[in-house]
């Protein structure tokens, strides 16, 4: 079946570096992979996608690449700030369109 | 105005009641989806619809019944609840994902947090 994984310690880093996340899955290769965050008591909301033929995709401060012959994604945040302190969710299409498989998503702490 | 709002924010009930989420999105989109996620933060589909009509069941129990009045619309009644189902609940809406290239963003709601005593 499709298994996302995502570190489940949170990280924590000081703030002005760069915070790295990972996302691996296995058993299948996904059309597309999106990446989203989660503070507390919200919904997710969305950052990033990025398709199988894209290496690299920009937004301001956030970087995705996604390398489909390792299966793995990663996510940065450059110079990063407290206010990028969330939880961060991988999320590759699933076996339809219709489906998004999360993972358990990552922590990041960024400190002052 | 909220994109996608769903009530109510908090719901606390006993075992064996029937309760249900309602979801509104304002954003035209055609397709809406529920999510589930667990104490250990998994956030995992429950089911999808786009216009109107059911596209994903993940093996949900039958206890489970989503329905669409229109596009807008997605709401969830629970029968004969379990402590099991005790989870956040989370509704969302995009575009359609079923066009040639997929992929659309998910926009979601702030949440249900469902405690079942």
Redesign the interface.
Known sequence: SQKIEQNSEALNIQEGKTATLTCNYTNYSPAYLQWYRQDPGRGPVFLLLIRENEKEKRKERLKVTFDTTLKQSLFHITASQPADSATYLCAPEGDSSYKLIFGSGTRLLVRP | DTA?SQTPKYLVTQMGNDKSIKCEQNLGHD?M?W?KQDS??????MF?Y?NKEL??N?TVPNRFSPKSPDKAHLNLHINSLELGDSAVY?C?SSHD??HR???E???????TQLSVL
Do not use: W
């Open positions: 996608v397709t989806y999510y250990k933060k998994f956030l995992k589909i999808s786009n596209i994903i993940e989370f969302a994902p079923g290239y997929g992929g963003k998910l926009f979601f709601g702030s949440g």
